[in-house]
């Protein structure tokens, strides 16, 4: 032990930052809940789609970044603010920073709410921002990061607590993750395209998407739950040496399993290969996090019958030990050939999303609300119901989600003794989901009704207390000189005193699996067999491809027919890696709730799309899919076509001079012919209207590869 | 390779059910323990392999675990990582060590390829012999219209699977021409139509549905077809093609 320093420092710590993301967590967490509930209403009911800023596919992403980003980012800063203080007996680095990085972020989620529902988008899941908002989470993350070390390095406790360990690996590995994903082309402020084509698009935004889960949803809550639970608990935390453990075996094996996302795609065999191991070998480190805090309610069993609080964290620490025993299960290959594609996943992630982060963000706002503001809880009461309500929630939604997805996968795959698929409509699969889809949204307004219930109570209790701004706290100071002789044992205690040390290590353990994944991806050639018929898109094709992914068709529709006899059967030849080449971005999708589309070129005539896109269910009775009718009416615009071809060619896309040159009046040509196949089919559309070019785009799907 | 899920569920359920008779025997087994333990009043403290594969240490002794430090009031014990959950991680790290050499050093490392492949081959048996038995009895040649009420309710939901995309699900047409009058484009026999079915008419849209459909299938399609001859559907398409005569 350092020596007793005589003199006691006096210092405040800042209640006023943590009580800014508390409210932040608490308004924004309602808000994307609600748009949780309303799109699980538009998978059984297509007229809650209100226009065309309101549809499934605009506010899918807008639910998935409100709930991720602004409930589950602002909970982790209240959490980090509030205990990082504490454990460091300092007061943060920066106010400065500390309200940069506050404001920062919800200016960056305001911008999210208003350009997601625009069908301002690049399409990667949960990065779907475009570059400059990507550049503003660089800089907050930048603050943050600033003023996370600038408090570290002021401390005046010599060692860090594991809290901090798992804090310092969340910042280090989501920034190296966010550079790395948002690498874009901009062609204008709302617009740019991936530098990264097909193959490789799709391996880093699962390596992103993936570890996005591991290093946002997971280990800035671990570090939270080591600080909360023995707090709310009183115990002492039940195992050093199984914290160590876990911490540096979760940050080193979790980045490997991004490749578990593409499973049966087009991503060469050795890649999912280490995906499918990485994910088995990452049960014991992910369960090390939920043993360690069962068993340090070991003794404090009968605490958790009558404190609320801990029951949520019960509840939370046994859903993520849930979805991470499940996780590994699912990337299974046979399992996941069943699952991936349908609800399965849906009830997997909210397993995790609804009990782990949303109950233990829950309990340590009530933990700490009352705290800051001096107070008592408003009510015990409401946060008992809230708790069951919450808990009946999960169940309504995760149940019906999980009977949805196995049997969606069954079906798909269910042949006839004559040896034809048994639903070979698509629309069967998907209308024998509808009851399941009702119960998940009531599922959701539970859930949505316990948080509001949080909000009023919590917001009853500010109201009744006052805030602390400013909590007076003594502590002796760091001794200068470090005495040699420390003899407190463990070799780990040797890197808990050194910051940078520990950052410089996560990172190095993080980047171990990336490069071993994404590097051979990148440079070896023979990972993207080439494929000679395959040509890049038209300009028509290529803004048919992005009014596609403006109105965000991913979220539904598939570009990935994967090598089974069920889905070769249904849609043809199973998708080459080959085919994506011109690919900026893949689209590949991570749900079908729609059919897959990477063979829909030619399989319909024009007018077929056409009628589709006016009114779904005219072409497929019974049809979820909302009507697109504003595609007939708005023009197409062409101002940007040339510049779109252009910034293709630079990310490697063959363009020809005259090409880029005769960007429009090619587009022109193409659309004047699909114009006249209408018209003989009695359609009258003006050939500027965007439905012409989503058309072809559509048509020219998957078709290259049959050409010769 | 294609495993069926009831043999997923049926292995899974028998690891289940080993897991939870272990279970519930090992805990038979620590209370049958503790009673007999009771009952002789030896003080020997043994612990019992159970206490050993779970690495718990009883609560009383938890103040000699305490390590020194505290953060924030929060203490640490020094308990060992149990057992139980070493073992568990040992046997991923030897899983995922035994996958790789099985696909990637034993076998070729090509794993989809090969397991499609074998799908595949499997089920085109199971057709040829199919076919061989009943299906190939009908061709565009010899094929007749099916009279029997099941064989036409069968035809009829195989057109509500896929033909009403197209033509409407009366039959009055929609992107495709109608069914229901007499006016044909490709001609209006169950010969005519058992053609025009299974190659398709690729340049229009119509799609070859020899792959999805079976012969005997496409007859009882055709046949249904034929009975919506006369109907006058609603919202009728305009007659395309030519007339004919449907027997």
Same mark, same amino acid.
């Given at each position: 032990?350092?020596?007793?320093?005589?003199?006691?420092?006096?210092?405040?710590?800042?209640?006023?930052?943590?009580?800014?993301?508390?409210?932040?967590?608490?308004?924004?967490?309602?808000?994307?809940?609600?748009?949780?509930?309303?799109?699980?209403?538009?998978?059984?009911?297509?007229?809650?789609?209100?226009?065309?800023?309101?549809?499934?596919?605009?506010?899918?992403?807008?639910?998935?970044?409100?709930?991720?980003?602004?409930?589950?980012?602002?909970?982790?800063?209240?959490?980090?603010?509030?205990?990082?203080?504490?454990?460091?007996?300092?007061?943060?680095?920066?106010?400065?920073?500390?309200?940069?990085?506050?404001?920062?972020?919800?200016?960056?989620?305001?911008?999210?709410?208003?350009?997601?529902?625009?069908?301002?988008?690049?399409?990667?899941?949960?990065?779907?921002?475009?570059?400059?908002?990507?550049?503003?989470?660089?800089?907050?993350?930048?603050?943050?990061?600033?003023?996370?070390?600038?408090?570290?390095?002021?401390?005046?406790?010599?060692?860090?607590?594991?809290?901090?360990?798992?804090?310092?690996?969340?910042?280090?590995?989501?920034?190296?993750?966010?550079?790395?994903?948002?690498?874009?082309?901009?062609?204008?402020?709302?617009?740019?395209?991936?530098?990264?084509?097909?193959?490789?698009?799709?391996?880093?935004?699962?390596?992103?998407?993936?570890?996005?889960?591991?290093?946002?949803?997971?280990?800035?809550?671990?570090?939270?739950?080591?600080?909360?639970?023995?707090?709310?608990?009183?115990?002492?935390?039940?195992?050093?040496?199984?914290?160590?453990?876990?911490?540096?075996?979760?940050?080193?094996?979790?980045?490997?399993?991004?490749?578990?996302?593409?499973?049966?795609?087009?991503?060469?065999?050795?890649?999912?290969?280490?995906?499918?191991?990485?994910?088995?070998?990452?049960?014991?480190?992910?369960?090390?996090?939920?043993?360690?805090?069962?068993?340090?309610?070991?003794?404090?069993?009968?605490?958790?019958?009558?404190?609320?609080?801990?029951?949520?964290?019960?509840?939370?620490?046994?859903?993520?030990?849930?979805?991470?025993?499940?996780?590994?299960?699912?990337?299974?290959?046979?399992?996941?050939?069943?699952?991936?594609?349908?609800?399965?996943?849906?009830?997997?992630?909210?397993?995790?999303?609804?009990?782990?982060?949303?109950?233990?963000?829950?309990?340590?706002?009530?933990?700490?609300?009352?705290?800051?503001?001096?107070?008592?809880?408003?009510?015990?009461?409401?946060?008992?119901?809230?708790?069951?309500?919450?808990?009946?929630?999960?169940?309504?939604?995760?149940?019906?989600?999980?009977?949805?997805?196995?049997?969606?996968?069954?079906?798909?795959?269910?042949?006839?003794?004559?040896?034809?698929?048994?639903?070979?409509?698509?629309?069967?699969?998907?209308?024998?989901?509808?009851?399941?889809?009702?119960?998940?949204?009531?599922?959701?307004?539970?859930?949505?009704?316990?948080?509001?219930?949080?909000?009023?109570?919590?917001?009853?209790?500010?109201?009744?207390?006052?805030?602390?701004?400013?909590?007076?706290?003594?502590?002796?100071?760091?001794?200068?000189?470090?005495?040699?002789?420390?003899?407190?044992?463990?070799?780990?205690?040797?890197?808990?005193?050194?910051?940078?040390?520990?950052?410089?290590?996560?990172?190095?353990?993080?980047?171990?699996?990336?490069?071993?994944?994404?590097?051979?991806?990148?440079?070896?050639?023979?990972?993207?067999?080439?494929?000679?018929?395959?040509?890049?898109?038209?300009?028509?094709?290529?803004?048919?491809?992005?009014?596609?992914?403006?109105?965000?068709?991913?979220?539904?529709?598939?570009?990935?027919?994967?090598?089974?006899?069920?889905?070769?059967?249904?849609?043809?030849?199973?998708?080459?890696?080959?085919?994506?080449?011109?690919?900026?971005?893949?689209?590949?999708?991570?749900?079908?709730?729609?059919?897959?589309?990477?063979?829909?070129?030619?399989?319909?005539?024009?007018?077929?799309?056409?009628?589709?896109?006016?009114?779904?269910?005219?072409?497929?009775?019974?049809?979820?899919?909302?009507?697109?009718?504003?595609?007939?009416?708005?023009?197409?615009?062409?101002?940007?076509?040339?510049?779109?071809?252009?910034?293709?060619?630079?990310?490697?896309?063959?363009?020809?001079?005259?090409?880029?040159?005769?960007?429009?009046?090619?587009?022109?040509?193409?659309?004047?012919?699909?114009?006249?196949?209408?018209?003989?089919?009695?359609?009258?559309?003006?050939?500027?209207?965007?439905?012409?070019?989503?058309?072809?785009?559509?048509?020219?799907?998957?078709?290259?590869?049959?050409?010769? | 390779?294609?495993?069926?899920?009831?043999?997923?569920?049926?292995?899974?359920?028998?690891?289940?059910?080993?897991?939870?008779?272990?279970?519930?025997?090992?805990?038979?087994?620590?209370?049958?323990?503790?009673?007999?333990?009771?009952?002789?009043?030896?003080?020997?403290?043994?612990?019992?392999?159970?206490?050993?594969?779970?690495?718990?240490?009883?609560?009383?002794?938890?103040?000699?675990?305490?390590?020194?430090?505290?953060?924030?009031?929060?203490?640490?014990?020094?308990?060992?990582?149990?057992?139980?959950?070493?073992?568990?991680?040992?046997?991923?790290?030897?899983?995922?060590?035994?996958?790789?050499?099985?696909?990637?050093?034993?076998?070729?490392?090509?794993?989809?390829?090969?397991?499609?492949? +074998?799908? #595949?081959?499997? !089920?085109?048996?199971?057709? $040829?012999?199919?076919?061989?038995?009943?299906? %190939?009895? *009908?061709?565009?040649?010899?094929? +007749?219209? #099916?009279?029997? !009420?099941?064989?036409?309710? $069968?035809?009829?939901?195989?057109?509500?699977? %896929?033909? *009403?995309?197209?033509?409407?699900?009366?039959?009055?047409?929609?992107?495709?021409?109608?069914?229901?009058?007499?006016?044909?484009?490709?001609?209006?026999? *169950?010969?005519?139509?058992?053609?025009?079915?299974?190659?398709?008419?690729?340049?229009?849209?119509?799609?070859?549905?020899?792959?999805?459909?079976?012969?005997?299938?496409?007859?009882?399609?055709?046949?249904?077809?034929?009975?919506?001859?006369?109907?006058?559907?609603?919202?009728?398409?305009?007659?395309?093609?030519?007339?004919?005569?449907?027997?």
């Amino acid at each position: 032990m350092s020596t007793k320093s005589t003199s006691l420092e006096q210092f405040y710590y800042d209640n006023k930052i943590v009580r800014n993301f508390s409210i932040a967590t608490i308004v924004w967490g309602v808000v994307g809940m609600l748009v949780g509930v309303i799109i699980a209403t538009q998978l059984f009911a297509p007229a809650a789609n209100l226009t065309q800023y309101g549809t499934f596919g605009r506010l899918r992403p807008l639910h998935t970044n409100a709930v991720i980003f602004a409930f589950v980012g602002n909970a982790i800063f209240a959490g980090v603010y509030y205990s990082l203080q504490r454990l460091l007996k300092a007061r943060m680095f920066s106010d400065f920073l500390s309200n940069f990085h506050f404001w920062g972020w919800q200016l960056i989620i305001v911008a999210a709410a208003i350009t997601l529902p625009l069908g301002i988008t690049t399409s990667h899941e949960y990065a779907e921002l475009e570059w400059p908002i990507d550049i503003a989470i660089t800089l907050v993350w930048v603050a943050f990061g600033i003023n996370m070390f600038g408090t570290i390095f002021k401390r005046r406790e010599r060692h860090l607590y594991v809290a901090i360990w798992f804090y310092i690996a969340t910042f280090i590995t989501v920034a190296v993750l966010h550079l790395t994903n948002s690498m874009q082309l901009p062609i204008s402020l709302f617009k740019s395209y991936y530098v990264y084509a097909g193959v490789q698009d799709a391996l880093i935004q699962w390596w992103y998407g993936h570890n996005a889960v591991a290093f946002f949803l997971t280990t800035p809550f671990l570090g939270m739950m080591y600080y909360f639970l023995p707090k709310m608990a009183n115990r002492p935390v039940y195992s050093y040496r199984l914290s160590i453990l876990h911490f540096w075996a979760l940050i080193f094996i979790y980045i490997w399993a991004g490749p578990h996302h593409l499973l049966y795609s087009s991503l060469p065999d050795w890649a999912q290969s280490l995906g499918v191991v990485f994910s088995i070998m990452l049960i014991a480190p992910s369960w090390g996090g939920m043993i360690n805090g069962l068993l340090t309610l070991r003794g404090a069993w009968d605490q958790v019958r009558e404190n609320t609080l801990l029951k949520f964290m019960v509840v939370g620490i046994t859903s993520y030990g849930m979805a991470t025993f499940e996780g590994p299960m699912l990337s299974l290959k046979n399992i996941n050939a069943i699952a991936h594609f349908t609800d399965w996943i849906v009830a997997h992630v909210h397993v995790g999303a609804l009990g782990w982060n949303g109950f233990l963000t829950f309990a340590m706002l009530y933990w700490l609300v009352p705290r800051i503001f001096q107070t008592n809880l408003y009510s015990e009461k409401l946060v008992k119901t809230h708790f069951w309500i919450g808990t009946i929630g999960i169940a309504f939604y995760a149940i019906p989600m999980y009977i949805s997805g196995f049997t969606q996968g069954m079906m798909w795959k269910q042949f006839t003794a004559e040896g034809t698929l048994q639903y070979g409509n698509f629309l069967d699969t998907t209308l024998q989901l509808l009851p399941m889809h009702m119960m998940r949204a009531l599922g959701g307004t539970l859930y949505l009704t316990g948080a509001i219930l949080m909000a009023y109570n919590l917001f009853k209790t500010m109201a009744q207390g006052t805030l602390l701004a400013n909590e007076k706290a003594e502590a002796a100071p760091l001794a200068i000189i470090e005495e040699k002789h420390e003899s407190d044992g463990h070799w780990h205690r040797w890197i808990e005193k050194r910051p940078i040390q520990l950052l410089v290590a996560s990172l190095v353990m993080i980047l171990v699996g990336s490069l071993v994944e994404l590097v051979p991806t990148f440079m070896v050639k023979s990972n993207v067999p080439t494929i000679e018929s395959v040509k890049p898109y038209s300009s028509l094709e290529l803004e048919g491809r992005d009014i596609y992914i403006r109105e965000g068709c991913v979220s539904c529709h598939s570009q990935l027919v994967r090598p089974f006899r069920s889905e070769t059967e249904r849609y043809g030849e199973f998708s080459k890696s080959g085919e994506f080449v011109y690919d900026h971005p893949f689209l590949w999708g991570s749900k079908r709730t729609g059919p897959d589309l990477h063979r829909e070129g030619g399989k319909y005539p024009d007018s077929w799309h056409y009628h589709h896109m006016r009114e779904p269910s005219s072409m497929s009775p019974g049809s979820i899919m909302p009507n697109y009718a504003w595609l007939l009416e708005q023009t197409l615009n062409t101002s940007q076509t040339q510049d779109k071809l252009a910034a293709m060619k630079k990310l490697g896309v063959p363009y020809s001079t005259d090409e880029i040159t005769n960007a429009v009046k090619d587009l022109n040509s193409q659309a004047k012919a699909i114009q006249a196949n209408l018209a003989a089919e009695k359609i009258k559309v003006s050939q500027d209207k965007e439905i012409i070019s989503l058309i072809a785009y559509l048509q020219r799907l998957g078709t290259d590869i049959s050409k010769k | 390779m294609s495993v069926t899920v009831v043999e997923i569920w049926l292995v899974s359920m028998i690891l289940m059910t080993g897991v939870v008779i272990l279970i519930v025997t090992l805990q038979l087994h620590v209370a049958l323990k503790k009673l007999v333990d009771q009952a002789s009043p030896e003080p020997e403290v043994k612990q019992s392999w159970w206490d050993g594969f779970t690495g718990l240490k009883p609560l009383e002794k938890e103040k000699d675990l305490l390590m020194e430090h505290k953060y924030d009031d929060i203490a640490e014990l020094d308990n060992p990582t149990p057992p139980w959950f070493m073992y568990l991680f040992y046997l991923t790290i030897l899983f995922a060590v035994v996958y790789g050499l099985y696909y990637h050093v034993y076998q070729d490392g090509n794993i989809q390829e090969t397991e499609y492949k +074998t799908e #595949v081959t499997i !089920a085109e048996k199971a057709r $040829e012999e199919y076919m061989k038995k009943f299906a %190939n009895s *009908v061709n565009e040649d010899n094929v +007749t219209v #099916v009279k029997e !009420a099941k064989d036409l309710t $069968e035809g009829s939901q195989l057109y509500s699977t %896929n033909c *009403v995309a197209c033509h409407g699900d009366k039959g009055q047409g929609g992107v495709g021409p109608n069914l229901t009058d007499k006016f044909w484009i490709h001609g209006g026999d *169950v010969k005519d139509l058992f053609k025009t079915i299974t190659h398709g008419i690729p340049e229009k849209g119509m799609i070859a549905w020899n792959k999805t459909l079976n012969p005997l299938q496409i007859q009882k399609v055709a046949s249904y077809i034929l009975t919506l001859q006369g109907s006058n559907p609603p919202g009728a398409k305009e007659p395309q093609g030519t007339e004919t005569k449907t027997p």
